[in-house]
């Protein structure tokens, strides 16, 4: 990696590091590119060279995330429920400060239905409702009640409504797919 390569991705990085903590702290609409352009400390072109706005640097930033789960999901496909659930708790607590920013602040819902989506995503391959369990039941609605209880579940776990630790968490979640499915 040459050092411009190395200058961008700091900038980035100082870039979305600033943005996440000013969204912890004020309402997305009040954020302005000077505000991520100071706390960052790069000049705003430095943000125009990445990011065409603060709506584009969000959507990024989301984006990513999701990406960077998406990539745990597929290195897990081959464990259980449990243990590849534990990599993404492990992820949620790694990216702490992300995730329960992005679920308490104004970009909440634009996280929470990207997430959403996402992990009925990744539920879509492991739903049978030709046999088994879910014989004769909607795909649809497996999914969407699955994933929106995952979903709630790890928001109640990043905005502190539930206490338990990451492996805790991981395995009842864990066992709870894999009792239905």
């Not at 989301?62 to 464990?79: D, G, M, Q, T, V």
Request: glycine share 4%.
């Amino acid at each position: 990696m040459s050092s411009v390569d190395r200058r961008v991705q700091k900038s980035q990085e100082a870039i979305k590091k600033a943005f996440i903590e000013l969204l912890s702290e004020k309402n997305f609409d009040q954020i302005t590119i000077q505000d991520i352009s100071d706390r960052a400390n790069v000049g705003r072109r430095t943000i125009y060279d990445h990011y065409m706005d603060k709506f584009d640097l969000l959507e990024k930033l989301i984006e990513e995330h999701i990406n960077e789960l998406r990539k745990l999901c597929e290195s897990a496909a081959e464990l259980s429920f449990v243990e590849g659930n534990l990599i993404w708790f492990e992820y949620f607590e790694r990216n702490y400060q992300f995730f329960s920013t992005m679920l308490t602040s104004k970009g909440a819902p634009a996280f929470r239905s990207h997430f959403l989506n996402f992990v009925i995503e990744e539920l879509e391959g492991e739903i049978d409702v030709t046999n088994g369990k879910n014989q004769g039941l909607s795909k649809d609605i497996v999914l969407k009640f699955f994933g929106a209880a995952i979903v709630e579940t790890v928001i109640a776990w990043i905005t502190n409504g539930l206490s338990e630790s990451s492996n805790v968490l991981a395995e009842q979640v864990g066992i709870l797919l894999d009792r239905n499915f």
